[in-house]
């Protein structure tokens, strides 16, 4: 065992990392073995693969997002919500107003900006626990979405529209047979993005290091407010960026939704590696997480189960994930 | 000369990288006081934390009332009447003292806590150890002394047959030291074993009975003390004489330039009206008893905490010093005395505990420029001999003389001309002591200024150009090296109003 650890080419990776990966392959085959004996259709498709990619997609950027606030040592229960509003404000802004579409995805990363800047600046600069501030903005967010759209449901155009169905292609585009994730490519894309902006530049690294130990950061002049605030506002606007693939995939939001995601997003960050008690994080595993998060969902449905034994089963990862976190914190000391 | 009643025999404990205990030995017997002696880093904290559980040995016994036993954790050792009486005390300060005795185990009444009753049985405890405290007092209202004794009491009350003393008079006066030697003496007397941790050779003189000495994780012996001499017992411990010779007259030329004044400053209850102010090259000593309020007009001075009225100057400019962001810009840097909590980023690099404060100088455009971040940390590495095997290495990994070099390595980044170095070598094992001193003496070479706050009287008369002298927040001493005397400063720490 310590001998696969040591090799350079799993540290590289990381250990943690690799056997999330062997999960994830593991569930997928029994997933399928599954469906085979209980004589449905076999699971081993393309269109299963899209359907849990199609989750994938808005969870991921959920759970980037709030991999930026975890490793802070806070957390974000609003951003499922504040998703869902982003969509109803922007997509309602679409149909009702008439507003064009490329500037309706930069009002629902702006609603999302709002959100985060609330909760960033209550948090960083007037110390309110991130806990309840982000339960607060979670109810704000399901209340605004639903006075804006007058308690409607939102309907985004589809593929088949003429003007406005093109953003549908950030999802995927289909050539012929084939199909194109093009969703996959971006969030692939954003995600080495946010791996960057957490290991290579000051704001990753005072993100981090203030989640490890705020006081002693501050006490080198460091001004710790602006790079905490600044982690609340990066997950809130990836929040926007998610409600653009959520209404890309299944095109109807309905006001008062919403937190269910948080957990999931917040689930797939801790299964990945990222520590709850902050300074310690990784875009990498949070990937993974949201990949195994979104297969669970699928595979689910697939062999016929009701959707609450999806989140028996994300829980019980949790705590498995919190456990291992704590196990290795303590080893560390 | 009492029967043994724990020996520990042939303990042996490795961390990753680090042999802690090499086969150690300990003998512990009743009505005895017995001093564990070394300097940090020697393994004494190691070892009692595998004799109380929370440790697990790798090798060698240990056998308490004739049996060979192993504790499982704390609690199980507590159960057995071994028993550590910590340096941070373990109180729950909004409880009565009573209350804090009998945690865990109250005294009920039906389903009811009986404080009553609690209140009752701490008083009988109490006048059993002659300790003159009220059972419902709140815990937080009492002096720290006060609160050791309680602690004490309620190691006697879960009928200990072995208390250990870690660092008992690191915070007490005078008086409170006085009376905790009357209450280990009479508990010496009723047949108590007793272990004492400390670093104060005068306490060991007075209150032990036996020492054991341990260096680098290995047992040097075990003498008596009342036929020992101080210098043989620090002979043990460091292996080689050590000599502190006190300075005897100010390094700083007449003419050098203030490069710091501060007046009046106000900040809270603990820092009222001090002024002074610090030349270009000096050390600047600050001596005074514990909680009087030297780390407050630093930290406010500092931008650390508000502070209430009073000027700043920096090279004869006023500044509006409000966070330690803007210390900082004015070339201020910090220096913690608790290291974990306000120096170092436990859980990050060398590499990246060196650059913190400094974080622009070391950027590629948005990037950081993680190449030129490990050159210098490692040339600081090399200059101030931090022993750590890369730059890469967490900081929790250091020991705490180390972990000082990085926060050292911090400022230096930083270039401050200004280091207020709040208690420098607390933690620190006497080789990395002198190490600090000689770097500081560097400094202030290098025209940089020091404001050094010491508890440690050597230390003060050693290294200060200057000395100022506070007690209960006030500036009550000002005094040129060549005058000052251990007595002297004592007298001005200790000018109450």
Redesign the interface.
Same mark, same amino acid.
């Given at each position: 065992m310590e001998k696969i650890k040591q090799n350079p080419i799993v540290k590289k990776i990381g250990f943690n990392r690799l056997v999330l990966i062997c999960v994830m392959i593991l569930m997928y085959l029994m997933f399928g073995a599954v469906c085979a004996m209980m004589g449905r259709a076999s699971f081993f498709t393309i269109k299963r693969i899209f359907n849990a990619l199609n989750y994938a997609y808005f969870l991921g950027f959920l759970a980037l997002g709030v991999t930026f606030v975890i490793a802070t040592g806070g957390i974000d229960f609003s951003m499922g919500p504040v998703m869902f509003c982003s969509a109803l404000v922007s997509g309602y802004c679409l149909t009702q107003y008439g507003v064009p579409l490329a500037l309706c995805i930069v009002i629902s990363i702006l609603v999302g900006a709002v959100f985060g800047m609330l909760n960033g600046y209550l948090v960083a600069y007037w110390k309110m626990p991130s806990f309840i501030t982000s339960m607060a903005s979670m109810m704000l967010a399901k209340g605004l979405g639903s006075v804006f759209t007058k308690t409607q449901s939102v309907s985004w155009p589809q593929i088949t529209d003429p003007v406005n169905g093109w953003y549908r292609k950030l999802v995927k585009i289909t050539v012929g047979d084939a199909t194109i994730p093009t969703g996959l490519i971006i969030f692939a894309v954003i995600s080495i993005i946010c791996a960057i902006l957490l290991n290579n530049t000051k704001a990753g690294r005072y993100i981090t290091c203030l989640g490890s130990n705020k006081e002693a950061v501050r006490l080198s002049g460091v001004d710790v407010r602006k790079w905490e605030a600044l982690a609340y506002v990066i997950c809130s606007m990836l929040a926007g960026v998610a409600a653009i693939f959520y209404v890309g995939s299944y095109s109807v939001v309905q006001p008062g939704l919403g937190d269910t995601f948080n957990n999931e997003a917040i689930a797939s960050c801790v299964m990945g590696g990222t520590s709850m008690a902050g300074g310690i994080a990784s875009i990498g595993g949070t990937f993974i997480g949201v990949m195994i998060v979104a297969l669970l969902q699928e595979g689910i449905r697939a062999v016929g189960l009701q959707i609450d034994y999806q989140y028996v089963v994300t829980g019980a990862i949790v705590l498995v994930a919190v456990y291992a976190d704590i196990r290795s914190r303590k080893r560390r000391n | 000369m009492g029967e043994v009643i724990l020996t520990m025999k042939g303990i042996d404990k490795s961390f990753p990288g680090v042999h802690a205990l090499d086969h150690v030995d300990l003998e512990i017997r009743k009505g005895e006081v017995l001093a564990l002696m070394g300097e940090n880093g020697a393994g004494k904290s190691t070892l009692m934390k595998v004799l109380t559980g929370i440790y697990k040995k790798d090798e060698g016994t240990i056998t308490y009332e004739g049996k060979e036993i192993e504790f499982e954790n704390p609690s199980a050792a507590q159960e057995a009447g071994v028993i550590i009486v910590h340096q941070e005390l373990n109180m729950l300060s909004h409880l009565t003292v009573a209350q804090n005795i009998f945690i865990g185990r109250e005294i009920m009444k039906g389903s009811m806590i009986d404080d009553a009753k609690m209140n009752e049985e701490a008083a009988k405890l109490f006048k059993k150890l002659n300790i003159d405290i009220d059972p419902a007092e709140t815990m937080g209202n009492l002096t720290v002394g006060k609160q050791q004794m309680c602690e004490i009491a309620k190691a006697i009350s879960h009928e200990a047959k072995v208390i250990i003393f870690d660092e008992p008079s690191a915070a007490l006066t005078e008086t409170e030291i006085e009376e905790l030697f009357k209450i280990i003496r009479d508990l010496r007397d009723k047949g108590m074993a007793m272990v004492y941790i400390s670093h104060r050779m005068d306490e060991i003189k007075a209150i032990t009975d036996r020492v054991t000495v341990m260096r680098d994780g290995t047992y040097v012996g075990t003498i008596i003390t009342k036929d020992s001499t101080k210098d043989d017992i620090i002979n043990m411990m460091v292996g080689r004489v050590i000599y502190e010779d006190p300075k005897t007259q100010s390094n700083v030329p007449k003419d050098a330039p203030v490069v710091l004044k501060v007046e009046h400053l106000n900040a809270g209850k603990m820092v009222k009206d001090v002024s002074f102010e610090l030349h270009k090259g000096e050390i600047l000593g600050f001596s005074g008893l514990m909680g009087a309020g030297r780390t407050e007009t630093a930290r406010a001075l =500092?931008g650390?905490d508000p502070k209430d009225s009073g000027d700043i100057y920096i090279n004869g400019q006023k500044v509006d010093i409000k966070?330690?962001?803007d210390?900082?810009?004015y070339g201020i840097g910090?220096l913690?005395e608790d290291r974990k /909590?306000? *120096?170092?980023?436990? *859980?990050?690099t060398v590499a990246?505990n060196t650059t $913190?404060?400094t $974080?622009?100088k070391f950027?590629k455009g948005? =990037?950081?420029n993680?190449k030129k971040e490990d050159e210098v940390a490692w040339t600081h590495v090399k200059a101030l001999k931090t022993k750590t095997p890369t730059v890469d290495t967490?900081v929790?990994n250091l020991s705490g003389g180390n972990q000082q070099k990085v926060v050292i390595a911090?400022w230096l980044t /930083?270039d401050c001309d200004i280091l207020i170095f709040d208690e420098p070598t607390r933690g620190i094992d006497i080789g990395a002591k002198s190490e600090i001193y000689t770097l500081m003496n560097e400094l202030v070479a290098q025209g940089k200024s020091i404001i050094m706050i010491s508890s440690e009287m050597t230390e003060v008369l050693r290294m200060s150009d200057r000395v100022i002298v506070m007690c209960e927040g006030r500036k009550t001493g000002e005094i040129d090296i060549s005058e000052a005397t251990q007595e002297n400063i004592m007298h001005m720490a200790t000018l109450r109003k």
């Open positions: - | =500092f650390a966070s330690p962001q210390a900082v810009k910090y913690s /909590r306000y *120096g170092v980023v436990v *859980g990050k990246e $913190m404060a $974080m622009e950027m948005l =990037f950081i993680k967490e929790v911090k /930083r």
